[in-house]
């Protein structure tokens, strides 16, 4: 859900996404690849968690006449969302079309990226299809989608005689985020490189060539092509913290900064005396006398379960841990040392109040996992606010 409006008492959680902090990426992205590279704002799994609708219509605000950006989704219902919302500008589908909804590629008027001759095929017999721009990707070493490079020519050969439209060549890296040790990325490039040079070298000029995502961007230029696909960055959260310092080395300091804040009201405060049971399993008893605030925010929203006993929340700028077991739609918040704390009382899940922050790195090493998780998880139907 995107809205524009800001958050009001009627909202018991809520996302805000701030359009500054959106602007500043924008740009620090837009002088990292100019003049050579194409963006492509990567807004898949509903913009990272930051809402798809809200976040492309931003940067469609800042995109200047003869720019020429582009968005990149993962699935056809993504970019059938972005054509409603009324946004024109170029978008690829990044990732699988079953066969059956082909059919809807030309009337919307998408790139898409295939991998198999059994999708050229089936897409050379839908009317309308003849023109269609299709990219093929290029599995140079994740072993995901993408046709292996000694197979890359006779795909553009089939591409090229169903009567599609070969506009572009793609790949993707494995393990570009670790800048300690290049090597596989390195590797990576030099066999897309090789296989884009074949290609030219058999008769296909391919006018948009992309390899790098944020983390490339950001430490390797020589990954930069034609085009490079903004997605993580994008959003203010670094791809990995080895890679944020590589990023701020290179660039004087440089940084990228968060656009997304979560929020919950305290729904109630309750004192519980020593050795009270605690939530789902008892899996913690009050140590002493305790107060507690419920806070109406569970795992069905998008806070992840691992973060059970550990995970931390801000309240009235005060680190306040979460005990207990984490449920479906609450949460359980030790305020002992937040005396202040009232029903009402607006919680930070993700963000800063005042001085004080709690960030998606943060609850995802909490949680044993990565910040792209912690936000692309977020629930769809938490109201989202550009602020």
């Known amino acids: 859900m995107a809205l524009t409006r800001s958050p009001n008492k009627r909202d018991r959680a809520w996302i805000e996404i701030s359009r500054k902090n959106l602007r500043h990426n924008l740009e620090v992205f837009r002088k990292l690849l100019a003049p050579r590279s194409t963006p492509i704002w990567v807004v898949k799994a509903n913009a990272y968690g930051h809402g798809i609708e809200l976040v492309a219509k931003e940067i469609s605000r800042t995109i200047r006449k003869g720019r020429g950006e582009w968005f990149a989704v993962d699935s056809i219902d993504e970019a059938i969302s972005l054509r409603r919302a009324g946004i024109t500008s170029p978008t690829i589908i990044l990732g699988y079309v079953p066969l059956a909804r082909l059919v809807e590629l030309p ?39 993408g046709v292996m490079p000694q197979d890359a020519v006779t795909l553009a050969n089939l591409v090229r005689a169903s009567g599609l439209t070969f506009e572009g060549v793609a790949t993707h890296f494995a393990n570009v985020e670790d800048t300690d040790n290049p090597t596989y990325a390195h590797l990576q490039l030099e066999r897309f490189v090789e296989c884009v040079q074949n290609l030219r070298n058999a008769g296909f000029p391919i006018p948009v060539v992309h390899a790098a995502c944020s983390a490339a961007a950001m430490v390797y230029p020589e990954s930069l092509m034609t085009a490079a696909r903004v997605g993580i960055g994008l959003y203010g959260i670094d791809p990995s913290p080895i890679t944020a310092r590589a990023f701020r080395a290179k660039h004087r300091g440089a940084r990228l900064v968060p656009l997304l804040s979560w929020r919950a009201r305290v729904a109630l405060v309750k004192l519980v005396p020593k050795g009270t049971p605690i939530g789902y399993g008892l899996t913690e008893r009050a140590e002493r006398a305790m107060r507690l605030a419920i806070v109406p925010i569970g795992y069905a929203d998008g806070f992840d379960r691992t973060l059970s006993s550990t995970g931390t929340v801000l309240i009235r700028g005060k680190r306040c841990p979460v005990v207990g077991r984490v449920c479906m739609n609450m949460i359980i918040v030790d305020v002992t040392k937040a005396h202040e704390v009232r029903q009402e009382d607006v919680a930070t899940l993700i963000g800063a109040q005042g001085k004080v922050a709690v960030t998606a790195q943060q609850s995802a090493e909490a949680a044993h996992t990565i910040p792209y998780e912690i936000v692309a998880r977020l629930a769809q139907h938490l109201p989202r606010y550009l602020v």
Do not use: N
């Open 107 to 145: 009337k919307l008027h998408v790139r898409y990226l295939v991998s198999s001759a059994e999708t050229v095929r089936a897409l050379s017999k839908i009317k309308g299809s003849r023109g269609v721009r299709v990219h093929i990707k290029i599995d140079t070493g994740t072993t995901r989608q």
